[in-house]
């Protein structure tokens, strides 16, 4: 076969070497625009595990790439004046030049053709060509010449950034954060060499505009940063080898590159897209040089399965890599907007900044940092627990309190963790009585070891129902039904009770989840529903609510205001306002179902006016020391609907009339929406509001297991984490989280002891099992010889 490979970088020449391994009768050409010892970056990282794909592709190469490596376990995190170091991250450094040049003599060993400075205009400059690889970078020419096929897409982030050298040499992978009256500035920066380092700087723009940085030329940009990381580069100056840059032109926004398909056909033969000209992924997880390795090696591994059928192989290509690429993306959005906005995390300790930081992509878990490094993770959830007002350890062979099972105090509240049962419709009650089901369904979770117990949404009168069997309270004899319930849970279990309050609006009247969700009630069985504006949540399908009048309004505030008061008399420690989900309060709030021309409408001022007004009522007649949240609805996932951005102006509403907590949920305002899907996927709304709003909040939604929750309330992500679906699967899921990460201090109910013990038991006995199952051969026979 023969190949063309347009761009000599490091995926063209890997790709270049293993198909020649593969079959020492290809035909391999690779061209380069640039002489052969010509780079124009520093140093590129590798991981541990990246190493391991190089070994088994070719060893080789790998070995010689070792040689020339600088190997680091350690980050070092410098802010606030202090600096956190965690350990076993398994990183490795080489110069760009030195990597290029080690795959281009290798190419050369193995019969590769090399040609530089030779600027390829087009692929069909190689029409006897059987497969061109489209490796010509970030700019590509390729791709751009055949947009309509790979459907790139370009997003420029929020940073500049410049990358520079310095021959100060970091013994760590170092992140360094200097604050200036204008913003804050961080380097990135690792030794790759005996005598240098890369040091990347980077700044948001309005903060680069700010700093007169646009303005200056190259030299005196570098001097700025000279002065700024002075006390990081120990009298080292700063290098740039950029020298066809001038000015500000060598500061620039990182380009995030996804394309849709990755092979086209030109007639002649199939141009594959390869490394930065498929893909991009930001620095600050240093997964560039990564991703283009393993892109060769897939798809030269892909060929060697299927040498005879090339479309098919192509075809396996394109799925494969496009899903790891997809990943390691989401992880270095994750990463790139944790950088971009550093001023929404610097408030916090140094201790946890650096954790937040370490954490920032969701690659690395709470669990993950401990197998990385068991010390640093122990001092951490020490100072955690301490924070939250826990002695310090005296025993220093007794394990620390995980971040998840810390107590939690709000107004005259203490929580002994920070699990919460999240409120789940039931839909079991008769007349919105709860009953012998609720006693059974919330008795069991209190018992089961959270510190808070939501009731599912209860309703302040009959029209304010989702379903028939939702509960309310609405009187007196539910205000007991309620107490009866409460005063279980608080005479047997230490959890608190909290109750949430909401008014179905457009979305009542309709059958319980298992006779079909969202379907109206049969004709004859619904009643009148209300909301902001005239509203049908199914189009064609459910009934039309009618925009509420202020009689309305002055009706449905003293049902809450009363109800607000029966929940103080059944014993709730804890209240909660339902503005989410396209309820009767979120569909004031929501500009998709508000169209109101009055002082209720308009403006996110005017349409928070009633839901605001409703709370305001409810926090006056609700004990001064007990806590009241507000659930709201932090991203419609519908353009023109709430943004992440309004979530924030709606937390200080609610924080300036009295709220304590936010619990960010999100969506299900309108059938239009797109929700992103994922892991912990409405966390980061909890954590923009909490760290931007300045107000506590309680993170939902795919929270599952304890690895989140710890990792979500070290981060300072947010204070409480509520586990629903979790929970009806298990009603003692918090206690069963506890031993299964091995921590023993969780309280069970007395009741319950035998089981405590076994259960911590078998999860002990199984954890050694999958310890023992994970040594290599060579770690087992050391520890039969050590037998």
């Not at 060893?59 to 076993?88: E, K, M, Y």
């Not at 990358?163 to 200036?180: P, V, Y």
């Not at 946890?352 to 992509?361: G, M, P, V």
């Not at 709003?693 to 939604?701: D, L, R, W």
Request: hydrophobic share 40%.
């Amino acid at each position: 076969m023969k190949i063309v490979c347009i761009g000599g970088g490091p995926s063209g020449l890997y790709f270049a070497l293993l198909m020649k391994l593969q079959n020492p009768a290809h035909d391999i050409r690779v061209v380069e625009r640039n002489r052969p010892y010509d780079t124009f970056g520093w140093g590129v990282v590798f991981s541990d595990q990246t190493l391991g794909n190089l070994q088994a592709a070719d060893p080789v190469t790998a070995a010689q790439i070792l040689d020339a490596f600088n190997h680091w376990d350690d980050i070092d995190v410098h802010s606030h004046g202090q600096t956190v170091r965690s350990g076993g991250h398994g990183f490795c450094g080489i110069g760009r030049k030195r990597l290029l040049n080690i795959l281009q003599a290798r190419c050369e060993e193995l019969g590769v053709e090399l040609v530089f400075e030779t600027d390829v205009q087009s692929d069909e400059d190689y029409p006897d060509a059987d497969l061109v690889i489209a490796a010509d970078g970030l700019n590509s020419r390729i791709r751009t010449k055949y947009a309509a096929t790979y459907q790139p897409d370009i997003d420029l982030r929020l940073c500049r950034f410049v990358w520079l050298g310095t021959h100060q040499l970091f013994d760590a992978f170092t992140f360094a954060f200097e604050k200036t009256e204008h913003g804050w500035f961080q380097a990135h920066a690792y030794r790759f060499d005996d005598s240098t380092s890369t040091f990347i700087v980077e700044a948001p723009e309005k903060v680069w505009r700010a700093a007169g940085l646009e303005a200056m030329d190259k030299e005196e940009a570098i001097a700025f940063c000279e002065r700024l990381f002075a006390r990081h580069l120990g009298g080292h100056p700063l290098i740039s080898n950029a020298s066809h840059l001038r000015g500000s032109a060598q500061w620039i926004r990182f380009p995030r590159v996804i394309c849709k398909r990755w092979v086209h056909h030109n007639g002649h033969a199939p141009v594959v897209l390869m490394g930065d000209a498929a893909h991009t992924a930001h620095f600050s997880i240093g997964s560039g040089t990564k991703l283009a390795l393993e892109d060769a090696i897939e798809l030269a591994r892909c060929i060697g399965r299927q040498p005879d059928d090339l479309a098919a192989a192509l075809a396996d290509y394109e799925a494969v890599r496009g899903v790891e690429v997809l990943r390691i993306q989401n992880a270095a959005r994750n990463s790139t907007e944790w950088f971009e906005n550093v001023d929404r995390y610097a408030s916090l300790p140094p201790e946890q900044f650096a954790y937040s930081l370490l954490t920032r992509s969701q690659r690395i878990s709470h669990e993950n940092l401990r197998l990385r490094d068991r010390g640093y993770v122990e001092r951490y959830e020490d100072w955690i627990a301490q924070r939250a007002g826990l002695p310090q350890r005296g025993d220093a062979q007794q394990p620390p309190v995980p971040p998840m099972f810390t107590p939690y105090a709000l107004r005259g509240l203490v929580l002994k963790n920070r699990v919460v049962v999240s409120p789940m419709a039931q839909y079991s009650c008769t007349d919105g009585l709860p009953a012998d089901y609720h006693l059974m369904h919330l008795g069991a979770r209190a018992l089961g070891g959270a510190g808070l117990v939501f009731a599912e949404m209860t309703c302040p009168s009959p029209d304010a129902r989702i379903t028939p069997g939702c509960p309310g309270l609405w009187n007196e004899a539910q205000r007991d039904g309620w107490k009866r319930i409460v005063d279980f849970a608080h005479a047997h279990s230490t959890a608190k009770m909290a109750l949430q309050l909401g008014h179905a609006g457009a979305k009542g009247a309709t059958r319980v989840a298992w006779e079909g969700i969202d379907q109206p009630l049969p004709e004859g069985e619904r009643w009148p529903l209300l909301s902001a504006s005239p509203q049908q949540y199914l189009q064609g399908v459910s009934d039309t609510s009618r925009a509420m009048t202020r009689a309305d309004m002055d009706r449905v505030r003293d049902a809450f205001t009363q109800s607000t008061r029966w929940a103080q008399e059944a014993g709730f420690d804890w209240l909660e306002l339902h503005c989410a989900h396209g309820y009767l309060l979120s569909s004031f709030i929501s500009p998709l179902t508000n169209q109101r021309t009055d002082d209720y409408g308009g403006s996110l001022e005017n349409r928070l006016r009633y839901p605001l007004e409703v709370f305001a009522a409810m926090r006056a007649a609700w004990p001064q020391d007990r806590p009241m949240s507000v659930r709201i609805s932090a991203h419609d996932w519908v353009e023109g609907g709430i943004t992440p951005d309004d979530a924030i102006e709606i937390a200080r509403a609610f924080k300036a009339a009295g709220a304590d907590m936010i619990d960010c949920s999100s969506g299900q305002v309108s059938k239009l929406e797109k929700p992103v899907y994922g892991r912990m996927f409405q966390t980061p709304f909890a954590d923009r509001v909490r760290n931007e709003a300045g107000i506590p909040t309680m993170a939902v939604g795919a929270i599952s297991e304890a690895d989140h929750v710890n990792g979500i309330i070290a981060a300072g992500r947010a204070d409480l984490c509520a586990v629903a679906r979790p929970h009806l699967a298990n009603p003692a899921w918090t206690l069963n989280e506890a031993a299964r990460i091995g921590y023993f201090g969780a309280e069970w109910p007395r009741q319950y002891q035998a089981g405590k013990v076994q259960l911590e038991r078998n999860l002990e006995r199984e954890r050694a099992v999958a310890a023992q199952a994970a040594l290599s051969p060579l770690q087992r026979a050391l520890q039969a010889e050590a037998n």
